[in-house]
């Protein structure tokens, strides 16, 4: 368990800062909407499908740099 934190925090050091930016801005933004979507209309959660969209787009940026970082460093 020790071991796949100590991972998982490597990974995230060896991580562009673009993508760091980019996933902090998934987290605050969607907090935001969540919020807002709350707010105005309660019954319809809408701020859903925005977060799951954004967040497939995410992971296949970050899924794209680890493979291709992987492939550069084996170079």
Known sequence: MMETKNK???LFHRLPSRLKFGIMQYVVMNL????????????????????LGWGLSLLLKLIS?????DNEEEK
């Open 65 to 69: 740099w680890y493979y291709i970082s």
């Open 32 to 51: 935001f909407l969540v919020v807002l979507n709350y707010a105005t209309s309660p019954q319809c959660w809408w701020a859903g499908w925005v977060a």
């Open 8 to 10: 998982a925090k490597q």
